[in-house]
């Protein structure tokens, strides 16, 4: 069995992700306690500690950031191709802007901001 290639993040670098979207801490190892946002969008998250802070960070965002190398600016949105918010798989995972993650969402049938009737995706 090949070791697991871990890709370290370009700005948190005492932590890094798998192409399977494991989360490691080069100090203790494989995290595995992972929780579920506290804003209720369903997406997986983990805290990173530096400096005596805590810092959440969503698991599939960071997972993109440690592949691609590349921090991802606030203009972008890091979409899911299978749209389920557990699967963090480093191929799953996909760079778009806001209107086209909506996009996708709309023609998998999901509803964004609160399935609003009145976003002008929906008109």
Known sequence: MAPVEIKKHPRYTDYGADIDGNIYSFKRGKLKELAKCPHGRGYLQFNICQYGERIPYLI???????????????????????????????????????????????????????????????R
């Open 60 to 122: 599939h965002r960071f997972v993109y950031e440690c592949w691609t190398e590349k921090l991802i600016g606030d203009d972008w949105q890091c979409h899911h191709r299978d749209h389920n918010k557990h699967n963090n798989e480093f191929n799953n995972l996909e760079l778009v802007d806001q209107w086209m993650n909506m996009a996708y969402g709309k023609a998998a049938g999901v509803l964004y901001g609160a399935a609003n009737p009145n976003h002008p995706l929906y």
